[in-house]
């Protein structure tokens, strides 16, 4: 059983940054890829970023490549994802995913484990 628990969402104006953790328990965490999912009220669970077991692949959608960055620390059991230059049409509930095996994973069926959700709203 992972539990995961994500923190560092908030309101932003637009243009801004802001940087989500996810910490997750489970001694195995180093064995499983990551990743960033969000939801905005009415529309599907959409991956944001992905990233392998030792953090040596990612992957990012056409509409937040080169603004959003994942990365990972093995060793204290988080994953950080880092926002940039962010848009009103950014705002949601971030949710942070794990799946039991080591590579990517792009869509919410491959990730058997979620966190609650972070509200992130970017204003205008």
């Known amino acids: 059983q992972v539990q995961l628990v994500e923190s560092g969402g908030g309101l932003v104006q637009a243009g801004g940054s802001l940087r989500l953790s996810c910490a997750a328990s489970g001694r195995t965490f180093s064995s499983y890829a990551m990743g960033w999912f969000r939801q905005a009220p009415g529309k599907e669970r959409d991956i944001v970023a992905a990233?392998?077991?030792?953090?040596?692949?990612?992957y990012y959608p056409d509409s937040v490549k080169g603004r959003f960055t994942l990365s990972r620390d093995n060793a204290k059991n988080t994953v950080y994802l880092q926002m940039n230059s962010l848009k009103p049409e950014d705002t949601a509930v971030y949710y942070c995913?794990?799946?039991?095996?080591?590579?990517?994973?792009?869509?919410?069926?491959?990730?058997?484990?979620w966190g609650q959700g972070t509200q992130v709203t970017v204003s205008s």
């Open positions: 990233i392998s077991w030792n953090g040596g692949n990612t």
């Open positions: 995913a794990a799946r039991t095996v080591i590579g990517l994973g792009f869509s919410r069926y491959e990730y058997a484990y």
